[in-house]
Each structure stands twice: as C-alpha cells, then as structure tokens.
C-alpha cells in the first residue's frame, strides 16, 4: 500500500507508521520500505508490503494494517493496492502436451486430389 505523508511531518509519520506495522499480531508479513521523492530533498511517501500465503489472510491483513494506518498522525492519504484477484493457471509441459504440441508442427501430408 502507498502512504503519503503531509508537507514536513515524515519522520513522525514514519515513526507512527513502523508502530502501527510492528503491533500487528496476524500471520501476514509485513514490511515499511521508504520511498524518496526525488524533486526536492524531503520524503513524501512510502510503501507497506503486506504479503501472505493465501488470498484471505492477505485482505485479513491488509484490512486491518489500513485501520491502523487510519490512526497514524502526519499522514495525508493511505492507498491499498489490492485488487480482486483472479485464480491464475499455469501449464505444466506433460509428454501427452508435448507430443500433441510435436504433431500439430509437423507439416501434414497432402492429398493427390489437392494437387
């Protein structure tokens, strides 16, 4: 999640931010990563890693980090990430898929009638 901080409040944003990370006693794990602003020399954002092994544990976790950040003094807006996620497959090469895959590139003899 992206948190920006207000104008000249980041040390104490940031102070606020790693308590409210560190009082977290859910499985999910967590992680402040600061993130510098590169057209003046203050900071005006950083980011919170909520990573999990399973989609509910994740939006468990991510839900109550945001109420917590909520809490936190100095800052201006706290944005989730988090989208719906969508089940994603992947292909497994098998010799079954690999010899169907062997004979569709093959070139298909024709027929005399074709000629």
Do not use: I
């Not at 003046?40 to 945001?66: C, E, F, H, I, Y």
């Amino acid at each position: 999640m992206l948190v920006l901080v207000q104008n000249g409040q980041y040390d104490s944003a940031l102070a606020g931010v790693k308590r409210a990370v560190n009082s977290y006693q859910g499985p999910a794990k967590l992680q402040v990563g600061q993130a510098r602003n590169s057209s003046n020399a203050s900071s005006s954002q950083m980011q919170v890693d909520v990573r999990a092994g399973d989609p509910a544990t994740l939006l468990a976790a991510n839900d109550q980090v945001l109420a917590a950040l909520g809490k936190v003094s100095g800052l201006a807006e706290v944005r989730s990430n988090l989208v719906a996620s969508k089940p994603q497959y992947q292909l497994v090469p098998t010799d079954r898929l690999l010899s169907r895959s062997m004979a569709r590139s093959r070139p298909r003899p024709t027929s005399p009638r074709a000629r």
